[in-house]
């Protein structure tokens, strides 16, 4: 008996301490906070790259893809997905989106993202390219680049 | 009887040092920001939690409701920090790589639908406008001009030039002051590359789709959303109507050689170095390129398209022919003003705006020539880097200063008049 009750001591013993090193790597709440009041400080900290630019937009292009894709039919009407494209790229700036190779690859990335295949994924290739063996190709290539 | 003895002390020593020393175990942060209250609508206080360089948080809506709403870092901190002027409290929360992951997924989708929800709302209102002006045609509708507008239209036309009621006889007199020769010069090359009826038989055809548009079908949808069941994106019949007039639009400014409008583009004082020249001159080529694809785009809105390249190429042209840096006005009709009293009382904060930008508009100039080229994406970023720091310097002349911090905006709004738009109405 005495042996199963130093046992269950170690046993509780632990299970606290896993309980505890669990806790600690679920999240920290490290020292490193700080105030901000001074608005003569400067806020642009360091200019975007332009790489960090391309992949936020593409990464954009995909989330709006895969949106769009799981609530719509792939024999659906594109003006509306074509529209909102212009709204994430107008927001980078861009307004030749259609003529932009990150745009196909984003749309690429989307699908693959929602899960798309097969002849489903063959309509909106083709579809979302308006046919254009180029712009296929890079869907492609971002489809097969998310994997 | 045997009797295994089995010690875990080894097994949980291991996974305690572990988890404090481990690096790996909490690979990621996000930060929780606190703003301290300021008067009026802010006296509460707000909070605020940023995952890199995007910021979530939560505002009231005029209509009742509270959304959520994502801002860049730099947009954030200039409107809370510098316009409001209101301390912000930063905690950096370390999480493992996973939960940084779902919690930046969990705001990311949430943001994104409900903007669909609120763009949804915003068309319905913009198709019952015109809806109503079509069936009822009502003398003045303030809002209807507020809220329908040809997007880029603005940069070529000011308000009333589109009337179809005004004197034929004035509108020539305007034109002849207008022509532009560099649009001639693309109408030319348009022609070549499609035709010499080109532009004539799109008009028609546009047209043709204008008077067999239809309302569009508003499928009931489930208001609960959740990551299968994501608001559906429609394209409206305003929107269709709208894009089909900005379509006609740019045909009717490279068949008349329209001008910029004055307002729609400034000179600036910085020379064109000999290495920009180079990069400039390629830059025109490729706007020259885009605009001959763009004029025979499938892309609904490639009428906007066509006017911003022609802007562009406009601006470009006469950078390389001036020798000075030439941009277009790329502030939105409802950007936000910062006052000429406002300016004063805030100067020193506003010099660190000023030297920002500077260095911003100067670094995106090294940039160009660094990477060998100017593609339409850092062209962008300096034309709207240019805009910034040149905005700000008219400050210094004792003007009222725009601001619409780093989002985008369609350039040029022009409002959409039924009956003074282009002379196309519907027949039925």
Redesign the interface.
């Known amino acids: 008996m005495s042996l199963y009750s130093g046992y269950l001591k170690q046993a509780l013993l632990y299970s606290a301490l896993f309980g505890l090193s669990v806790t600690i790597t679920g999240c920290s709440f490290s020292d490193s906070s700080k105030s901000i009041s001074d608005s003569t400080s400067s806020i642009i900290s360091s200019p975007s790259s332009v790489s960090g630019k391309s992949k936020k937009y593409q990464n954009e292009v995909a989330d709006y893809t895969m949106a769009y894709v799981k609530s719509s039919k792939p024999e659906a009407g594109y003006n509306a997905f074509l529209k909102g494209l212009s709204d994430i790229a107008a927001k980078q700036g861009v307004t030749n989106w259609d003529q932009d190779s990150l745009t196909y690859l984003g749309i690429g990335k989307g699908l693959k993202k929602a899960n798309v295949e097969g002849i489903a994924y063959e309509t909106y290739k083709k579809n979302f390219a308006g046919g254009d063996a180029e712009k296929m190709k890079e869907i492609q290539t971002g489809y097969e680049a998310e994997e | 009887m045997l009797t295994l003895r089995f010690?875990?002390?080894p097994?949980?020593i291991r996974?305690?040092l572990?988890?404090?020393f481990?690096d790996a175990?909490?690979a990621a942060?996000f930060e929780y920001l606190y703003l301290e209250a300021s008067e009026g609508n802010s006296s509460g206080g707000h909070s605020a939690i940023q995952f890199g360089?995007e910021i979530y948080h939560y505002q009231h809506h005029d209509s009742g409701l509270i959304r959520l709403l994502r801002q860049d870092k730099?947009e954030f901190?200039?409107l809370y920090?510098?316009l409001q002027?209101r301390?912000?409290?930063?905690?950096?929360?370390?999480?493992?790589e996973e939960?940084f992951n779902r919690l930046r997924e969990y705001f990311?989708?949430q943001f994104?639908?409900q903007d669909?929800q609120f763009k949804q709302l915003n068309d319905l209102h913009k198709e019952r406008l015109l809806l109503r002006r079509l069936l009822y045609k009502p003398g003045t509708d303030t809002d209807f001009s507020a809220v329908l507008r040809l997007n880029g239209v603005g940069l070529f036309y000011a308000e009333h030039d589109l009337d179809s009621q005004k004197d034929e006889h004035l509108k020539n007199i305007k034109a002849g002051f207008q022509s532009s020769p560099l649009i001639g010069l693309l109408r030319k090359k348009i022609e070549a590359q499609y035709g010499q009826d080109y532009l004539s038989k799109r008009r028609e055809q546009i047209t043709a789709h204008i008077k067999v548009l239809t309302p569009s079908h508003w499928p009931a949808v489930s208001s609960v959303l959740s990551?299968?069941?994501?608001?559906?994106?429609?394209?409206s019949f305003a929107?269709?109507y709208t894009?089909y007039l900005t379509g006609l639009a740019a045909i009717k400014v490279l068949v008349e050689e329209q001008s910029l409008q004055s307002d729609a583009f400034f000179v600036t004082r910085e020379s064109v170095t000999p290495e920009e020249k180079k990069v400039l001159a390629t830059l025109r080529d490729q706007l020259a390129l885009?605009l001959l694809?763009?004029v025979n785009?499938?892309?609904?809105?490639w009428g906007?398209?066509v006017l911003?390249?022609l802007a562009r190429y406009i601006a470009v042209e006469q950078s390389l022919q001036s020798g000075r840096w030439v941009f277009i006005d790329?502030f939105a009709v409802d950007s936000e003003w910062i006052s000429t009293d406002q300016f004063v009382e805030?100067a020193?904060?506003i010099q660190?705006?000023i030297?920002?930008a500077q260095?911003?508009f100067k670094?995106?100039r090294k940039?160009i020539i660094t990477?060998g080229g100017l593609t339409?994406?850092?062209y962008?970023?300096l034309?709207?880097s240019a805009n910034r720091y040149f905005e700000w310097l008219n400050g210094k002349q004792q003007k009222a200063v725009r601001y619409q911090g780093k989002?985008?905006?369609?350039l040029k709004v022009l409002a959409c008049r039924i009956g003074g738009c282009l002379s196309c109405r519907r027949t039925n």
């Open positions: 010690s875990l002390k097994f949980f996974l305690f572990l988890a404090i481990s175990a909490l942060s360089d730099q901190h200039f920090r510098f002027n301390r912000i409290h930063l905690s950096r929360i370390e999480v493992s939960t990311k989708w994104l639908a669909q990551a299968d069941n994501f608001p559906p994106v429609i394209n929107d269709s894009d885009s694809k763009s785009s499938g892309r609904p809105d906007y398209a911003v390249n790329d805030q020193e904060p660190t705006q030297n920002d260095d911003d670094q995106t940039a990477i339409e994406s850092n962008s970023q034309e709207m989002k985008r905006y369609r």
